[in-house]
């Protein structure tokens, strides 16, 4: 479930139908609730990662509801999710009514599940011309269900038929301002949801998305901003709370992050998404086995599916190398290249083993990556990145040299090289080589700049200006000490 979608289990009508439950659990009288007020009831206990309670309600609900289609949809869209696509349209299959809207959506994600995207859609748009009443509610679902599988250009279109059917519709002007955040186009999301807010200051769906537009513009500021106003009006408000802990994180401000995780833990049931941030917020802290704790809880709720399952298996991957455990760091770098091929693993193989102090199987392993990589410039460079981090600034150097002599025409990203390498000619207290890598990097990589030596400048200076700045204030950085001199900016 959505962020947004766990908001509901904090309504009233919710929580009475929780309490009658429960009550009865505890041997209270028999209650009657209906079918979709139980498969509720075991959604709140999903979410709450209480498996046994959420089947057992849903069985209750069987019981007293033979055959509905919602607890049905629910048990199948769990074997769906479970990698059982053939359990799943089993339990489909039971269902009496085939063109209930419910089912005709658990069997388009049963086709995206299997890749099968356009035989999902050429099977939504033969359903759509039976839904003649509800077409512009029809196109809306189906748009949300690409968007929700990462389908794009089949979104927009759909979401497009929804709009030409109803064009000042809140929701879906709303979902259109999603789509051009996923598309990495916030700027014109905000024009959206600025005229949504200007229609209803309280719609706190649109304050939700505004906050991820400036979010994705990594305008923290205005991120937090955002999320305040959607906490005046409900203090309690779950995605406003997850936005503004996000951005302390991005900003650096650990230890407020982590507090501010916490209190949504406490007060609303999570999916995997937010116990992700919280472990990478205590790795940030150096506090590795409380991180490595949030982060299985996140791979535990997602099952395998998140849209995040890279991010969690990298972070886990990470975390494990820092409590020494190689083998299970190995074994997480092995579950992402099965879900992406593409995955450079050699590369975050030998970055561990130098983490490790594995000098010699780490240098065989980003050697092999450099071989095998088409662009034996942006190979040098990746490792070059890889031996920053470990602080090993002489061999970085080397690397980032050959990016730089190898790539005669030296694009956009070949450039970063010249940040890097004033950065570690400053961690090595070479001033002369870093001013003369810095003045290039001012014209040729300024952004690259922001989180090298950006880490030691005040904020308010442009990185254009580093150099101007360094030359003004050469006492601090001609005998620069990196164990004692601090940043005045996080990392």
Known sequence: MSTEDLSYFQEEEFKKNLALYEQMLQGGQSVYLEADELTDIA??????????????????????HPGSIDPLIFLARQKMFNGDIEGAKTIRDCITDPNDREVIFLNAELLLREGKEQEATTYLSEKAETEEDDAALFAYDTATLFLDYGYLEQAAQWGQRALDLEPDNEKFLKLKADHL????????????LNSL????????????????????CEDFSKTMETADFALAIDEHDAQALLLKANSLLQ??????????????FKEHPSN???????????????RYDEALSQLLK????????????????????????????TDKAFGYIDKIKEIN??????????????????ENEALECYNTFIQSHEDPSEA????????????????????????LNRDASQDKESQKAYAYLAYCALMQNRYQEFIVFLKIACEKAPEALEYTVGRFIPEEVEAKDFYQYVLTHSDIFTHFNPDSSAPVKPM
């Open 298 to 325: 996140a791979e535990e709720l997602s099952q395998g599916y998140s849209t995040e399952q890279q991010h969690i298996y990298a972070n886990l991957s990470e975390v494990y190398s820092r409590l020494h455990d």
């Open 197 to 216: 807010l200007d229609i209803n200051p309280y719609n706190l769906n649109a304050w939700h998305s505004l906050g991820e537009a400036y979010f994705v």
């Open 43 to 64: 959604e709140y206990y999903l979410v709450q990662n209480d498996t046994d309670k959420a089947m057992a309600c849903i069985q209750y609900a069987l019981n007293i």
């Open 380 to 403: 040098h460079f990746l490792v070059g990145l890889s031996l920053v981090e470990n602080k090993l600034y002489e061999r970085a150097r080397e690397h980032f040299l050959y990016t």
């Open 181 to 192: 955040i996923s598309s990495n186009r916030p700027k014109e999301a905000i024009e959206i």
């Open 251 to 264: 900003q650096q401000n650990l230890d407020e992050a982590h507090q501010l995780y916490l209190r949504y």
């Open 272 to 286: 995997e998404i937010p116990y992700l941030f919280d472990g990478v917020c205590l790795s940030a802290l150096e």
């Open 341 to 358: 091929p593409d995955y450079e693993a050699d590369l975050y193989k030998g970055h561990i083993l130098m983490q490790n102090e594995r």
